[in-house]
């Protein structure tokens, strides 16, 4: 008996004093390229620099189910790489419960290069983005200070935050850096769009009337090369009653921001589906059909879209033919964005 419980109170120390794993050598800065002909990123590197070990430490908690209340529901879950990091093919996201959220989880692309975060802009800061789906009772349904026990109580991650950080101590506040490190580094910049932009490919014919209609006819709110002026605009889409979302008016109780929502980014707008805050349209021409002859509009519906944009058939063929170009086919794909554990060996894809 006497054993047994000096085995057991050797074991309390061993897990506390891992919380207290120091580190010497200090981590290997990771380099962040700016495209070309890009502006320079909003987000703020020095106060948290980028390391190989903090990215790595950001992608295992990006995947990881335990910071979720049932162990179901990481950010990947919402967030899927082959939809650029959206919530692909669901109208709304699904949470812990068996619930669905209110809104259709965006695409994580070109974060670095954006102020504020959600659809409303109700998150002022990368590293805090994190908090509100962990802790929202129909996504991850979490508390902070709950999955800090848990990550704690792992040997892995206290060694893997004292290598990112210098010590095995986990706080909010690095849990949120770490989560950024990955997430900045999503960044699409290699579509043929791209590839023209390079002088490294041509549009056809269609691609290019495509962009010469989108440029006349677009290119106002998503404007290049993110494809998206990060402005919140209501688009004269009608309230859904059921979700009651109000959008931007829900974090500044004005009614000039009644319905008004972040402008999406086009990048990577072929496997974004379906559209919209709350998912409503489902194809890319959907979206165009509403803006020729659906929008309602109302006293704050933007300027650019209260008379509808004129769009014919062949044009809106022709636009498509455009917004295809804007696939990354390398972002959806990279390997980099994904843990050693989910990547499956090519031998093992054959039946025998």
């Known amino acids: 008996m006497k054993a047994s419980r000096y085995f057991f109170v050797l074991l309390l120390f061993i897990v506390a004093g891992t919380a207290f794993i120091q580190v010497n ?48 529901f990481a950010c990947a879950s919402c967030h899927q790489q082959f939809g650029a990091f959206n919530n692909y093919d669901h109208n709304l996201s699904h949470g812990i419960d068996n619930q669905l959220t209110t809104r259709n989880a965006p695409s994580l692309q070109n974060l670095a290069w954006q102020s504020n975060f959600m659809w409303d802009g109700s998150i002022a800061h990368l590293d805090q983005q994190f908090i509100f789906p962990l802790t929202a009772k129909n996504e991850m349904g979490e508390t902070v200070d709950s999955v800090i026990k848990k990550l704690s109580a792992d040997t892995t991650y ?26 900045v580094m999503l960044v699409s910049s290699n579509s043929k769009y791209d590839k023209v932009k390079r002088g490294q490919a041509s549009f056809n014919q269609s691609e290019a009337l495509g962009y010469d209609i989108f440029k006349n006819k677009c290119s106002s709110c998503h404007t290049e090369p993110m494809f998206t002026d990060n402005s919140f605009r209501n688009t004269g889409m009608q309230l859904d009653y059921s979700l009651n979302d109000l959008g931007r008016m829900n974090v500044t109780k004005d009614t000039a921001d009644f319905m008004k929502f972040r402008v999406p980014s086009l990048r990577n707008v072929q496997v ?81």
């Open 158 to 183: 206290t060694r893997m935050f004292a290598q990112a950080f210098g010590n095995g101590n986990i706080t909010g506040q690095k849990i949120g850096k770490a989560l950024s490190q990955f997430m």
């Open 25 to 72: 050598q200090p981590p290997t800065p990771l380099t962040f390229m700016v495209p070309q002909g890009w502006p320079q990123p909003v987000y703020d590197f020095k106060s948290n620099p980028l390391t190989q070990e903090g990215f790595e430490l950001g992608k295992k908690l990006f995947y990881d189910g335990q910071l979720s209340r049932d162990g179901n």
């Open 272 to 352: 974004t589906f379906p559209y919209g805050h709350d998912g409503r349209f489902y194809r890319l021409y959907d979206v165009m059909e509403h803006y020729r002859n659906n929008l309602v509009a109302v006293p704050n519906t933007d300027p650019l879209v209260k008379d509808k944009i004129p769009l014919t058939p062949y044009e809106i063929g022709r636009l498509t033919a455009f917004l295809n170009t804007l696939t990354d086919s390398s972002f959806l794909t990279n390997r980099m964005f994904v843990p050693d554990s989910f990547i499956i060996s090519p031998s093992l894809m054959h039946t025998h």
